[in-house]
């Protein structure tokens, strides 16, 4: 497994922009599929994007397409979730998920290593 800490949250006004990081910990980051997941007070944690190991492919959550984006550096052992035009609705605390696989990865089942979360909310 690897260790996950989020970072980057905070308080912007709709319309804005925020920067979420992800830093992981283990020798072998290249070898899992990254995943950023959302929960909102009273809501299921919800699948937001991924990202495959050589991060050569991605997907989004239908809610967020075109308006965020994941990205990942191996070498530094980050990921990324560039998000904007951020709406009151994308208020959640958002974890970062690590999977072990080089393919692409949706479930929130499959990912088996959490980061704490991080903070993000929009004001109306």
């Known amino acids: 497994q690897v260790q996950l800490a989020e970072s980057g949250g905070g308080l912007v006004q709709a319309g804005g922009s925020l920067r979420l990081s992800c830093a992981a910990s283990?020798?072998?980051?290249?070898?899992?599929?990254m995943g950023w997941f959302r929960q909102a007070p009273g809501k299921e944690r919800e699948f937001v994007a991924t990202?495959?190991?050589?991060?050569?492919?991605?997907d989004y959550a239908d809610s967020v397409k075109g308006r965020f984006t994941v990205s990942r550096d191996n070498p530094k052992k980050m990921v990324y979730l560039q998000m904007n035009s951020l709406q009151p609705e994308d208020t959640a605390v958002y974890y970062c998920?690590?999977?072990?696989?080089?393919?692409?990865?949706?479930?929130?089942?499959?990912?088996?290593?959490w980061g704490q979360g991080t903070q993000v909310t929009v004001s109306s």
């Open positions: 990202i495959t190991w050589t991060g050569g492919n991605t």
């Open positions: 283990g020798r072998t980051f290249s070898a899992y599929a």
């Open positions: 998920a690590a999977a072990r696989s080089y393919g692409l990865i949706t479930s929130r089942s499959r990912f088996d290593s």
